[in-house]
T-cell receptor
Framework: DAGITQSPRHKVTETGTPVTLRCHQT?????MYWYRQDPGHGLRLIHY???????DKGEVSDGYSVSRSKTEDFLLTLESATSSQTSVYFC???????????FGDGTRLSIL | RKEVEQDPGPFNVPEGATVAFNCTYS??????FFWYRQDCRKEPKLLMS???SGNEDGRFTAQLNRASQYISLLIRDSKLSDSATYLC????????????FGTGTRLLVSP
């Protein structure tokens, strides 16, 4: 399995609180991604990174920010969590265009 | 029209059966295609890439039909352990590796 670790694995928090999810990889892959998965929807891209300090928005980026200060770490932050952000969050890594991505175990986030 | 569409199923089949799933995609410029498998409450895992000439991996065969813009996955001799959701994934070739995921087809294999 690809060396991807997400933390925490589960989190319950309250509306309005800040939340940070961490993705750590040991594969030295250039590309890293954050997705959310909700019933009735496919995985949807939140943000992605194509290098250290190089990030861009995906299709559902509102309310989220990211940072990548090291190749191995990609952080996803919910500045002020809302109930609509209750979801399962997956981090993925990839080597480039036309190559598949490999996923971490996911983080189950509940916003009450 | 959705970028990637799949029949959600579930497909209920007995052990040993052959089952096929199709997936249609909207962007004729798409260049790469994948099938992923996702077990309940787990992460998606790459099952196989789909090449233009079609490819086979054991009991699994993937095919691409560019003219009709669909890919297929055939599973022969189904096992109980094949029960999962199968995700069709298409690279939309937008200059950045944008993978679009279908919502998945659920397969249930029964004894």
């Amino acid at each position: 399995d690809a060396g991807i670790t997400q933390s925490p694995r589960h989190k319950v928090t309250e509306t309005g609180t800040p939340v940070t999810l961490r993705c750590h990889q040991t594969e030295n892959h250039r590309y890293m991604y954050w997705y959310r998965q909700d019933p009735g929807h496919g995985l949807r891209l939140i943000h992605y990174s194509y290098g250290v300090k190089d990030t861009d928005k995906g299709e559902v980026s509102d309310g989220y920010s990211v940072s990548r200060s090291k190749t191995e770490d990609f952080l996803l932050t919910l500045e002020s969590a809302t109930s609509s952000q209750t979801s399962v969050y997956f981090c993925a890594i990839g080597t480039g265009t036309n190559q598949p991505q490999h996923f971490g175990d996911g983080t189950r986030l509940s916003i009450l | 029209r959705k970028e990637v569409e799949q029949d959600p199923g579930p497909f209920n089949v007995p052990e040993g059966a052959t089952v096929a799933f199709n997936c249609t995609y909207s962007n004729s410029a798409s260049q790469s295609f994948f099938w992923y498998r996702q077990d309940c409450r787990k992460e998606p895992k790459l099952l196989m890439s789909v090449y233009s000439s079609g490819n086979e991996d054991g009991r699994f065969t993937a095919q691409l039909n560019r003219a009709s813009q669909y890919i297929s996955l055939l599973i022969r001799d189904s096992k109980l352990s094949d029960s999962a959701t199968y995700l069709c994934v298409v690279n939309m070739n937008t200059g950045f590796q944008k993978l679009v995921f279908g919502t998945g087809t659920r397969l249930l294999v029964s004894p």
